[in-house]
């Protein structure tokens, strides 16, 4: 099994957004068996997604760890927060957001969100290849 973990800092960074895909991207490139160009763009959205939540609502750093498996890409992000995601109507005119989370669990085949043991959690997505 392939498994990469990147660190992303410092909060609210485009860049280390953009850091977090790219590392998405080159962890995908990298995989003895390929996977289809539309699934890696889903699992670089869906990594996009969860570290900016991460950083913005998380306490300003996070980890992001990704695995292969044979038929799934599995997405994890570890941040310092004990909030777990939640759905909330998205917001079409206000620009407050909402629409990440449904997002993400209408492309992960499953979602889940786990506490740490010393506060903060773990959001995981498991991605068909």
Request: net charge neutral; with cysteine; charged share 15%.
């Amino acid at each position: 099994m392939d498994t990469m973990s990147v660190t992303v800092v410092p909060a609210r960074s485009a860049a280390s957004v953009a850091g977090a895909r790219d590392s998405t991207r080159d962890f995908l490139a990298g995989l003895a068996h390929p996977i289809p160009a539309e699934a890696a763009d889903t699992v670089v959205l869906v990594v996009s997604e969860l570290v900016t939540n991460a950083l913005r609502h998380g306490g300003g750093t996070c980890t992001l760890e990704l695995a292969a498996h044979p038929d799934t890409i599995e997405v994890a992000v570890h941040d310092g927060s004990p909030q777990v995601p939640r759905m909330r109507t998205p917001d079409l005119n206000g620009g407050t957001g909402g629409f990440g989370w449904p997002m993400v669990n209408r492309l992960a085949r499953a979602t889940a969100v786990t506490p740490a043991p010393h506060g903060g959690k773990t959001v995981s997505a498991l991605l068909p290849r």
